[in-house]
């Protein structure tokens, strides 16, 4: 399904992208299948799903998180560059957490190598943690949701920050007869934007 709220964040000119719904899934090439499917199903949580027999070449399919991974074993392992290095500006894919200090804690008893840094804009802050997988592809572990998305639409800022139900917060605070659910509405702190009111249709993810 198409992204309708980011087509209209550009002024509703569709005709010129992809229609393109969500991320499906990244490939890696790995030296050792085995060892690489170990690290992505005990350290990372991924599944192994079903993948179609017709491929003619060794691999692993996973599935977690909404994405799937899938694992394609090098004819050639020792033509792999290898990287020792943990270079948060390389090549990654990033996860968001719900325990930063959890994802610390678990990479030193897997004995796992990484590097920490924070990120500051506008009194938020977003930590992240980086780390290489057994053929040196990056991995980072973050709470980057804290940090609101904000799109340029013709060079212009546009608030379509990180979603938060009003309704829920007033319900907590209030602790009152339940009510219906009010649209989620974004904003960015800091910002003289106005706030945008999504409807239940709009596929935005909600943080």
Not at 98 to 112: D, P
Not at 139 to 154: F, G, H, R, T, W
């Amino acid at each position: 399904m198409v992204n309708t709220a980011a087509v209209a964040a550009r002024g509703g000119r569709s005709s010129s992208v992809l229609p393109l719904a969500s991320l499906n899934h990244i490939s890696i090439v790995c030296r050792s299948l085995p060892e690489s499917l170990s690290f992505y199903t005990d350290v990372l949580g991924f599944i192994p799903v079903r993948r179609p027999g017709s491929f003619d070449f060794d691999g692993a399919w996973l599935f977690n998180y909404g994405i799937g991974i899938h694992l394609l074993q090098s004819e050639d392992p020792d033509s792999l560059p290898e990287k020792t290095e943990i270079n948060p500006k390389d090549n990654h894919i990033s996860f968001q957490c719900e325990s930063m200090a959890a994802v610390e804690r678990r990479l030193k008893e897997l004995g796992i190598p990484y590097v920490q840094r924070r990120v500051e804009e506008g009194g938020i802050y977003v930590d992240q943690i980086f780390f290489h997988d057994p053929d040196g592809f990056m991995i980072e572990i973050c709470n980057c949701d804290n940090l609101p998305v904000v799109p340029l639409a013709d060079g212009q800022p546009f608030a379509m920050a990180a979603c938060k139900r009003v309704a829920v917060v007033k319900q907590q605070q209030q602790q009152k007869v339940p009510s219906a659910p009010a649209p989620a509405q974004c904003s960015v702190p800091g910002s003289t934007t106005k706030a945008i009111h999504v409807s239940e249709e709009a596929h935005i993810s909600c943080a």
